[in-house]
């Protein structure tokens, strides 16, 4: 793997399949171990990034579930904007269920402050957040992440869903920003 280009900007090989799915694996381990095997909780994928997540998180899940998705956008290039838009919202009815979100990346958290928003006053059983990615170093909210699949450093990424002002979501891979060029 080598250098890519994505408009103007250069990325670099950063998590590769194997390490992906093996992540996936481990949060799908995780999040099944809390859940009552007999309750169908609902999986609830944050568009658009979260789409391929979902989808490998979803076919290693192996007990009887639902799964929706909600679209919410804050992300400008490649920095967080304060004004989080929902794009499309939940239709199901959802009282008493136990909801698990499944987000790509938590960066300062106001995606996450929405969702949380958005699920308040809905009567559910139980909220749980699932993120592929967390970076730690910009978090700042004090609002719980259950289930983290990798911290990362603050540094813009691509790849398997992420994208940069709408390249990148199908690469395999996660590619990182870097200055270097091929
Ligand atoms: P937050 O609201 O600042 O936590 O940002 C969360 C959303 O921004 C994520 O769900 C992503 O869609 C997007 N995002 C955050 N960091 C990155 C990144 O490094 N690459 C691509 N998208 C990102
Ligand atoms: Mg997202």
């Known amino acids: 793997m080598s250098i890519i280009k994505l ?36 999986f609830i994928g944050i568009l658009n990034g979260s789409f391929l997540f979902a ?18 956008s804050s992300y400008q290039g490649t920095s967080s904007t304060d004004v989080v838009h929902e794009l499309i919202g939940i239709n199901e009815d959802i009282t008493g269920r136990t909801i698990v979100i499944l987000e790509d990346i938590i960066d300062t958290g106001t995606t996450l402050h929405k969702i949380y928003d958005s699920f308040k006053n809905k009567n559910i059983k139980q909220l749980k957040i699932a993120t592929l990615f967390f970076k730690p170093d ?16 603050d540094k813009f990424i691509v790849g398997y869903g992420l ?20």
């Open 7 to 42: 408009h103007d900007l250069n990325f670099t090989p950063f998590i590769s399949e194997k390490e992906l799915s093996e992540i996936v694996s481990s949060l799908v381990k995780k999040v099944s171990m809390d859940l009552d095997p007999n309750e169908i909780p609902i």
């Open 55 to 72: 989808a490998d998180f979803i076919r290693k899940y192996t007990h009887n579930c639902e799964v929706s998705f909600v679209k919410l």
């Open 138 to 153: 910009v978090y700042r909210k004090e609002l719980p992440i259950n289930y983290i699949g990798k911290n990362i450093e």
């Open 163 to 182: 994208d940069y002002n709408g390249l990148g979501r199908n690469l395999p891979a996660v590619y990182q920003l870097t200055t270097e060029t091929n």
